[in-house]
């Protein structure tokens, strides 16, 4: 049993193809007893009843058949009731700092009429020969001298191979893109060259079989699928569970305890948790010289790295003093200073500085109580670093604040705790998490388009930025309308269509819209009147009364509006752009291994063929497209608090970029 399981996943398409060279025989007696259910084989090795197989020309037939059903990107996928249509298209164009099938091997997978499953098996199951990626139907296609052979000693008649060669060389080199849209495919509505434009997002075969390799290595969740046969081959392999990256935003869970009043208990002010983490402890190894890199260069990046890190988290440690001292409202009425939390709460800022050294011996203090940092505690190594790291950080506090004010041609609106329900946490069908960037632009374009029309003005959405206060998931399914009657010609019950999982989330979030306006600004109430109900399929809506009752501001002045947005709670996070390459499936791995900031996100979609009519088409133009992967920066309002303004305004605002013929969310420049 366990040799039968073991070949049939070397076979399957999640599992790391297998080299077979050597042994192309038995590839052949496998591949052919595949395609017989597995209740009725014992021996997926019997070279007796492959060689019956073989032989069989109606048999052969049917697996010939279920080739015209190979697809590059599957229509079917997540919703099996498309049918009738296969996607057998060229590679996308490759862009820079995004992931799709253009940075993987052309391969293909399957979907059909599930009874089929299996008989599709013998020309698209993958392997390793002489080094390269293939299958039996492409090394037949490229006429392989050693495989024909093999193919005849089983019994495969000349005239019938000649056939199938004909028939598969026809057929492969084929594109099939449907002439319609299906009733059951999802439509987007898009702007490319001045008209608008109906996408159909479609997942790679390549991409999905790639990120579920990748989950076995990186954090993922699962997908179910009621009837995993009707959907794909691939999907039908994995029992139905397929996997998807699963990463959340970096929010964390808020206290309960007022600030004030963990003060006034004189309870610890800092954040000792963020010193807890593996991350933070690996830094401290770092510098503490217990693990050396081979190299000089190495220990000096990693060092430097280390440090960067260090001082993050210390700032996120010193996070509460930060909140409590803009809190105080009166900072020279307080009680005689005793704890080094009441000296930083109530010092001048000038004084600041003069604390680095009892706040040094109050981080020593503070991971001697830790199982796994409180070795690190008063390290001699670790000293002098983290007082120089302190040190800067309380000299920062200690510089005013105050910039000069900066106007700008443009406007920014500053709408606070909206409440999003039952958004999709499916950003693409590979990743979970945070929602797609493109439903982030979608909402403001809608905005937009809402403001036009009830203020009668002209006002252009130039850029967004996206801060995330609160972040769960939702774990209930969520129930289908009942839209299938039960009988065609007489009255009867209306019944519910199958469930098709999904992945959902609650978020409380806040957006800076930057506006260009040619006209006068429109009334608050208009522009709160004007703010959309939905947000990635969710449901959105403005704080309640008793909450916020002004939860729009509008700002002609950067910093006025920097010196509320730097206030944030330091437990939501910020949605930047990132700024480094990604160039392979393998550095991405690396990025989310190594970069705990860096999340996965749909940044937009890659058309894979030229807009045109398409009966059942939204819009004028349609065309199919594959949504691409790229990775956001998850930045803590500490950090931005820490950063200059400017920094802020030049790294943080989004904007849609639909040139060189992709729909791509880009950093706004």
Not at 449 to 478: C, G, H, P
Request: charged share 20%; net charge positive; proline share 6%.
């Amino acid at each position: 049993m366990d040799r039968e399981k073991a070949l049939r996943q070397s076979f399957s398409p999640y599992s790391p193809p297998i080299a077979v060279d050597g042994e192309e025989f038995k590839c052949l007696v496998i591949l052919i007893n595949l395609t017989v259910p597995r209740k009725k084989i014992d021996d997926l090795l019997d070279a007796k009843q492959a060689e019956e197989l073989w032989r069989n020309d109606v048999h052969l037939n049917k697996c010939l058949s279920e080739a015209s059903w190979y697809h590059s990107h599957n229509l079917k996928y997540p919703d099996p009731r498309v049918s009738h249509q296969v996607y057998r298209g060229v590679t996308p164009s490759l862009y820079p700092d995004v992931l799709t099938s253009a940075n993987l091997p052309c391969s293909f997978g399957w979907s059909n009429n599930s009874a089929m499953v299996n008989i599709a098996k013998l020309f698209s199951s993958e392997f390793l020969w002489n080094g390269n990626l293939t299958t039996l139907g492409l090394l037949l296609v490229k006429r392989q001298s050693l495989w024909l052979d093999l193919l005849i000693s089983l019994g495969v008649k000349q005239d019938t191979l000649d056939s199938i060669i004909s028939f598969l060389s026809d057929e492969l080199s084929k594109q099939k893109i449907p002439t319609e849209v299906s009733d059951y495919s999802k439509q987007l509505q898009f702007v490319m060259d001045g008209q608008p434009v109906a996408i159909t997002p479609i997942v790679s075969h390549a991409v999905q079989v790639k990120i579920h390799q990748l989950s076995l290595l990186l954090r993922s969740s699962i997908i179910q699928h009621g009837h995993p046969a009707s959907v794909s081959g691939f999907v039908a392999s994995t029992g139905g569970f397929t996997r998807v990256l699963n990463y959340r935003p970096l929010v964390r869970k808020r206290t309960n305890n007022g600030l004030l009043k963990t003060f006034r208990n004189k309870k610890d002010c800092f954040d000792n948790q963020v010193l807890s983490s593996q991350l933070f402890i690996n830094a401290l190894k770092c510098i503490s010289k217990e693990e050396l890199a081979p190299t000089l260069r190495q220990r000096r990046q990693l060092r430097i790295s280390a440090l960067r890190f260090i001082r993050k988290q210390l700032a996120l440690w010193l996070a509460p003093i930060m909140e409590w001292r803009d809190c105080e409202s009166d900072p020279n009425n307080h009680p005689e200073l005793q704890t080094i939390g009441e000296k930083l709460v109530f010092t001048p800022l000038a004084q600041l500085p003069e604390l680095a050294s009892e706040l040094n011996v109050k981080f020593h203090q503070s991971i001697q109580y830790s199982k796994h940092a409180s070795r690190y505690a008063f390290h001699p190594e670790l000293m002098l670093p983290i007082k120089t790291q302190l040190l800067r950080l309380l000299r920062y506090l200690s510089t005013p604040q105050g910039a000069p004010k900066s106007f700008c041609s443009s406007v920014y609106l500053h709408l606070r705790s909206l409440k999003v329900s039952d958004a999709s946490a499916l950003s693409n069908p590979y990743i979970s998490g945070i929602p797609s960037l493109t439903a982030l632009w979608g909402f403001v374009n809608n905005y937009q388009s809402r403001i036009n029309k009830l203020t009668k003005t002209v006002v252009e959405v130039q850029s967004v930025a996206w801060f995330i206060n609160d972040y769960s998931e939702v774990k209930n399914k969520k129930l289908p309308e009942p839209s299938i009657p039960e009988f065609k010609r007489k009255v009867g019950n209306i019944k519910r269509s199958g469930i098709i999982y999904s992945k959902y989330c609650d978020m409380t979030i806040d957006l800076v819209i930057k506006l260009k306006i040619e006209d006068d600004l429109p009334e608050i109430q208009l522009l709160q009147a004007a703010l959309p109900s939905r947000f990635a399929g969710g449901t959105l809506l403005p704080p309640s009364l008793y909450e916020l009752r002004d939860w729009l501001d509008v700002f002609d002045d950067k910093s006025e509006l920097f010196s509320v947005i730097s206030r944030k709670s330091r437990f939501g996070c910020w949605v930047y752009p990132s700024d480094g390459k990604l160039e392979s499936f393998e550095q991405l791995e690396q990025k989310l291994t190594l970069e705990p900031d860096l999340k996965p996100v749909n940044m937009g979609f890659i058309p894979l063929d030229v807009p045109c009519n398409r009966e059942n088409s939204i819009s004028n133009f349609h065309c199919y497209a594959e949504p691409c992967i790229g990775v956001v920066q998850c930045r803590n309002p500490i950090e931005v608090r820490l950063e200059a303004s400017s920094k802020f305004f030049e790294s943080a605002f989004w904007h849609l970029d639909n040139e060189n013929g992709a729909i791509l969310m880009r950093k706004y420049q």
